[in-house]
Nanobody
């Protein structure tokens, strides 16, 4: 099986920074796209940023210029560097990945369990 485990969330003051990590493990053959999503209380889950296996990135307008997504293919890990954080960035952040396992021929989407990010003074 495949697991995605996030880390790095927490409480930070407005204007501060956090770095989230998400490591994929298990019977992985290859990973295509990886991404970060977030869900604030009472709101739908929304895309934050995505990155392809080749390193092409895409960001939500609300985080452009403040957040940076990156990945380490050797470690099957995706990162989200969050700078200039605002109270409206408060949410549970989820990573996902399109993974081909050792037992399949097509990609399936896997999700992490989520990590809380709270921006407050």
């Amino acid at each position: 099986q495949v697991q995605l485990v996030e880390s790095g969330g927490g409480l930070v003051q407005p204007g501060g920074s956090l770095r989230l990590s998400c490591a994929a493990s298990g019977s992985i053959f290859s990973i295509n796209g990886m991404g970060w999503y977030r869900q604030a209380p009472g709101k739908q889950r929304e895309l934050v940023a995505t990155i392809t296996s080749g390193g092409s990135t895409n960001y939500a307008d609300s985080v452009k210029g403040r957040f940076t997504i990156s990945r380490d293919n050797a470690k099957n890990t995706v990162y989200l560097q969050m700078n200039s954080l605002k109270p409206e960035d408060t949410a549970v952040y989820y990573c996902n990945a399109q993974i081909v396992t050792a037992y399949s021929v097509t990609y399936s989407v896997y999700w992490g369990q989520g990590t809380q990010v709270t921006v407050s003074s």
